[in-house]
């Protein structure tokens, strides 16, 4: 296959970090609801950009601050859903309910995934990495998500990986100090995770155009990797 195939857009982010956005209560003060997700979007970004050596032209990732629960699919949303390299879903019971969730996950794996020349990428590797947010019974997973690998960080001391497991990145971020030490090592391993999943897998553009064409459930027709 000719190399111009696997050009990108250089304004393209790297990562597109899906979420349920959660809404302020009723009667509570206005207040960043979503604001352990940015946390995670800052760091991860920080991480990626050293790993691959990103220029100042070039965005790390993708996050959308502007829908409050989904209403707006917006012109920005739909170009970084259908540009990005690798797709991160923060999987959680209300992630698993939104719709709009849904549809950014269709939006990126409807699109055609390649190996990269000379990429070795390993058993189960996908550009798809679904994270461990909050706490969800595996049961209660639809099949398109468990069968995709959950991401696992490996190469650290034997308690952390169990704790990411049982409290999610939600949970680490909110033990404060007990949970720091955890949370730091989990998003430094999911960088490197990022930064492999770019090297060896590239996937084809294609922008939706109407978001009515979109899933709002959990299924998946995609391509398989070539």
């Known amino acids: 296959m000719a190399e111009e195939t696997y050009g990108e857009d250089e304004s393209a982010p790297v990562f597109f970090l899906s979420y349920a956005r959660t809404k302020n209560r009723v009667a509570a003060p206005p207040r960043d609801t979503n604001q352990k997700v940015f946390q995670l979007f800052v760091d991860l970004s920080d991480h990626v950009v050293e790993l691959l050596g990103l220029g100042p032209g070039r965005t790390a990732g993708f996050m959308d601050r502007m829908l409050d ?3 707006v699919w917006t012109e920005d949303l739909a170009f970084a859903a259908g540009q ?7 999987i959680s019971p209300q992630y698993l309910n939104s719709a709009w969730c ?11 995934v390649l190996h990269r ?3 070795e990428p390993s058993a189960g590797e996908t550009p798809v990495i679904p994270v461990n947010w909050s706490v969800v019974d595996r049961r209660r997973l639809p099949e398109v998500v468990s069968r995709r690998q959950m991401f696992t960080p490996t190469r650290l001391p034997s308690d952390i ?5 049982d409290e999610g990145i939600y949970g680490l ?3 404060g100090k007990n949970g ?9 391993r999911l960088a490197q995770r990022v930064a492999r999943a770019y090297q060896n897998h590239w996937v084809r553009a294609e922008v939706p155009t109407d978001v009515r064409q979109l899933r709002e459930t959990f299924e998946e027709v995609g391509h398989d990797v070539v």
């Open 69 to 71: 629960g989904g209403q």
């Open 102 to 112: 849904a549809k950014e996950w269709d939006a990126f794996t409807r699109r055609q």
């Open 180 to 188: 720091k030490d955890a949370y730091d090592a989990v998003v430094w």
């Open 84 to 90: 990005c390299q690798v797709f991160i879903p923060l």
């Open 117 to 119: 020349p000379g990429a």
């Open 161 to 165: 990986a169990p704790q990411y497991h």
């Open 173 to 175: 971020l909110s033990l």
